[in-house]
């Protein structure tokens, strides 16, 4: 414990880990902020008339609910057609200015809405196909957080710079030499190392999933996290029953599995170089061949790749018909067969037994390299 302790110190302290992770989270929440996410293309008033709508409508569709949806339409349709009467009327001499301003402001609060009806009447209709597991719901901030993620870079940069110096460090300072001591505790050390450096991948991973969380709450909002995750078009061939904010706990947590394996990575990489630069030039480009090459690609998910982990929702899409985003940030339908339950558990349980395999190596390596110190030593 007390090496494990030393060893916490020296990462967030001695290599200012602290102040890294602070920065970097930082510069996460303004990341997340300034995120372009896809929209309803309403205006401000529009996206406010969207939101009362939806405080009134929100959950399961009833037959009130409908009612009230069929009866808004109504009202909307004729009162822009009373509206373009009265257009009529006044080219026409039929009725004077008065009349016609009087008929403006009675009828023009009604059609004002006819831009956010639209897009309630859409998430109507999507709904309306699946009642028990579609729910209405102010997608906005949902859509930003667990349907359009990507990898997020500033949580692999930080990874890479904060976790290459643990063993890296000791090697370009020569001071490797000093510290190793007997076999035993060679293998005491690296062990003390390897899980103050996931522990602090747990920190981070969990602070960065907050961040994300709040941050989206507060700028577009996250209501009814209760609701099922087929409620947003992009699942909704999901075969998970999990809420909205199952779901993102659920992508936070295999996208944690993967910055656990990638750590791993780079402290084999950091050990077996023994150097700063190809540690880190390796460690990038692992994760960015795989990214640039399967971008816009499901075998992302299929494959043994970490990019699947980072993104993570794919996992959750199912098979069936989903809406995505495309390169133009439109909506469009495509169809998808990502992977199944049981192709999920082999994957995770594949990537766990991966990560073990690399604390393995690490220790095998750091070891050995100890071995040798003393043997040059005449011991």
Known sequence: MKLFLYEMKKLLWGQKGIFLIVLFLIVKIVVSFNQTIPDNHLSPTQEGILKQYLQELSGELTEGKIDYIVGEEQAILQASKLLTEAQTDYSEGKISVEEFYALLDEHSAITERESAFNVLKNKYLYASGDTENRYLVYSQG?????????????????????????????Y??????????????????????????????????????????????????LPDGNFPIQSLPYFSASPYNLTLFGAFAVMSAIRLLGYFVFAGVIILLSVAFKKYLPSMFVSAAIVLIPYILFKDATNVYRLPFLTGLFTAKGYLLGEGSVSALNNEDVWVQYAVDIVSRSELLIFIIGFLLFALILIAGTILIYTMAGRRVFARRGK
Do not use: H
């Open 172 to 221: 370009e300072g020569k001071t490797f030499q000093l510290i190793f001591p007997t076999k035993r505790g060679r293998v005491s050390l690296a062990g003390a190392k390897i899980l103050s450096v996931f522990f602090i991948v747990l920190i981070i991973g969990i602070l960065f999933s907050a961040a994300e969380y709040l941050s989206f709450s507060i700028r577009y909002g």
């Open 142 to 170: 949902w859509n930003g957080l667990i349907c359009a993620q990507d990898v997020d870079f500033v949580m692999l940069l930080l990874l890479i710079i904060l976790l290459v110096p643990v063993f890296a460090k000791e």
